[in-house]
Every structure is written in C-alpha cells, then in structure tokens.
Nanobody, 117 residues
Framework: QVQFVESGGGLVQPGGSLRVSCATS????????MGWYRQAPGKQRELAAT???????NYADSVKGRFTISRDNAKRTVYLQMNSLKPEDTAVYYC???????????WGQGTQVTVSS
C-alpha cells in the first residue's frame, strides 16, 4: 500500500514557476514508475509526466518543454518542476505510482495548482 504526501501546490501568475513534491512510504520505491496526473475542472484526469526508476521520462505534449519530472530514490520522492505556467495548467495534480511487479496503480490525494493573474 502506497502512502503519499503531496506538497507544493498553490497560486501562481501566468509565466511563473512552481514545484510540487510527492513523498512516498510503504513501498520499495525503485520498483515503481512514478508520475503526475492532473485533472482540470470539468475535464478527465490526464497524464502529465512519468519517470522510471532509471530516470526515463515521458511527458504529455501539452507540458513538454515546460515541465520537468525528477525523482530522488533515496528520499522516495518524486518532483514536478513547472515553468512557464499557463492558465490552462490549472488543475488538481495527483501523484501516481505504478508497481513494475504487480502493475497496480495508485494515486495520491492531489494538490491544487492555480495559474491566474
């Protein structure tokens, strides 16, 4: 069972930057693909970015070049650095974990990111 502690969300102006973090426990972190999903009001949850234990990354086209996902295996934490934020990036951002052994997926409780002037 994955426990998530997400932090770092908030209000930022367009063009600004924000970093969200997700600390995990209860798992062997290196056995998990980690990532971030997001859900905007009235829309379906969508993938933002993922990262494997060896550092291979995957990004949605909408965030490519602006967002950077990273992980610290020793701290069992995954980060999402968001730059050049746009109002359409406003969403609840959910930490994501997928076991490479069982393929079981889990999501955190979410952290709100609001981009507005």
């Amino acid at each position: 069972q994955v426990q998530f502690v997400e932090s770092g969300g908030g209000l930022v102006q367009p063009g600004g930057s924000l970093r969200v973090s997700c600390a995990t426990s209860g798992i062997i972190f290196s056995f998990y693909v980690m990532g971030w999903y997001r859900q905007a009001p009235g829309k379906q949850r969508e993938l933002a970015a993922t990262i494997t234990s060896t550092g291979n990354t995957n990004y949605a086209d909408s965030v490519k070049g602006r967002f950077t996902i990273s992980r610290d295996n020793a701290k069992r934490t995954v980060y999402l650095q968001m730059n050049s934020l746009k109002p359409e990036d406003t969403a609840v951002y959910y930490c994501y974990a997928k076991s490479i052994v069982t393929m079981l997926e889990s999501w955190g409780q979410g952290t709100q990111v609001t981009v507005s002037s």
